[in-house]
């Protein structure tokens, strides 16, 4: 006799596979090269704050400016994070990394907003850019969690 369970089961246990992702992983991969772009020009300006710490004479003026090009590119991180949010629903995995890492980068922000051009930024640029590396990461690895490759979780 003729049972239809087989055959569900079968249709169950077979992954999806499409030729092109939805439209939903596709601005969710975007939304991450954009947050991947933004994190590296925020790398970029803590560089320039490092070396503006480390220098004999800095011109508060160009620490001031510098330190805005920082907080203006985790400003725009944390919206295309926010922005992430509603998409991240695709897979609970990055839901979860995006959610450790909004939290670690609102850290982050704070931080960045003590910075006082002094040499006590020292180590809070050392754990700034720790930190900016560490969720360019886990930007790489929710990357290929919504493209169905393996992907460890970084902490």
């Known amino acids: 006799m003729w049972s239809p369970i087989p055959l569900i ?18 601005q969710l991969l975007s939304t991450l090269s954009s947050l991947t772009l933004t994190q590296s020009a925020a790398l970029t300006a803590l560089s320039r704050l490092q070396n503006l710490t480390t220098s004999a004479a800095t011109d508060p003026l160009i620490h001031t400016a ?3 090009d920082l907080q203006t590119f ?4 944390a919206q295309l994070r926010a922005n ?3 998409l991240s629903s695709i897979n609970p995995q990055i839901t979860r990394a995006l959610a450790a890492l909004m939290a670690s980068q609102a850290i982050d922000a704070g931080v960045a907003n003590n910075l006082t051009g002094g040499p006590g930024d020292v180590p809070l640029l050392v754990r700034l850019r720790q930190d900016l590396a560490v969720g360019l990461e886990k930007c790489d690895s929710m990357k290929a969690m919504a493209t ?8």
């Not at 089961?9 to 939903?24: G, I, Y």
């Not at 985790?74 to 991180?77: E, G, H, I, M």
């Not at 169905?148 to 902490?155: D, E, H, N, W």
């Open 74 to 77: 985790l400003t725009a991180s």
């Open 148 to 155: 169905g490759g393996p992907a460890p979780m970084v902490t």
């Open 9 to 26: 089961l079968l249709v169950l246990a077979t992954p999806l596979t499409t030729a092109t992702p939805s439209a939903k992983t596709t």
């Open 84 to 86: 992430l949010l509603p």
């Open 66 to 68: 510098a330190k805005s």
